[in-house]
């Protein structure tokens, strides 16, 4: 009972890296992620990306004869259907690749090299939103320069009248009912 229940645990860690492996994977192919950033799947792009990395796992757990090839044949499709986007640099190639390695990695029960991208993903993450928050702490803080310096530079400003608006011009109606098209210089 204990080697079935170490089986059933080796399964799910295998299961669980190579489902991070391909989320990795996907989130790092260049193509995919610009299309995402571009919105060319529309305002659900990103989910569009989770759900791709989903049937990816799907994919390769249902169909065990799956290869680097039918990866690559369903990205390209899935970037040309759901992105509007035809990939033809080999990208997809080498992403269906990565993902088979990861795939005889776990089944060999190494999660070093998954564990090892993961946590430099999580890195770089950090870091990014660190200089994003430097970057929303350098405005403030010239904000509030700028205030100071207008308070200190205010006068007053003597404004003109603002000009008069415009007459709104009626269509012309012919004795057909259609409006007469007129150009804006013969009004």
Do not use: H
Not at 5 to 18: K, M
Not at 133 to 139: A, D, L, Y
Not at 157 to 182: L, N, Q, S, W, Y
């Amino acid at each position: 009972m204990a080697t079935q229940q170490s089986s059933t645990v080796a399964n799910t860690d295998a299961a669980s890296y190579l489902d991070m492996g391909i989320t990795l994977a996907i989130n790092n192919w260049p193509a995919l992620t610009l299309a995402v950033q571009s919105n060319w799947g529309g305002p659900n792009s990103a989910d569009k990306r989770a759900w791709l990395c989903g049937a990816i796992s799907d994919m390769i757990a249902d169909r065990p004869e799956t290869d680097a090839e039918d990866l690559e044949d369903v990205l390209i499709q899935v970037m040309n259907d759901e992105f509007d986007a035809v990939v033809d640099d080999e990208s997809a190639a080498k992403v269906g690749t990565e993902i088979m390695e990861m795939r005889a990695q776990t089944g060999r029960g190494e999660f070093a090299e998954i564990q090892a991208q993961w946590d430099a993903w999580q890195k770089k993450s950090e870091e990014k939103a660190a200089s994003m928050f430097k970057q929303v702490e350098s405005k403030d803080e010239d904000q509030e320069t700028d205030d100071e310096a207008d308070e200190d530079d205010a006068e007053d400003v003597e404004m003109g009248d603002a000009p008069a608006p415009r007459e709104k011009v009626e269509p012309e109606i012919d004795e057909d009912g259609f409006t007469k098209v007129v150009g804006k210089k013969r009004r």
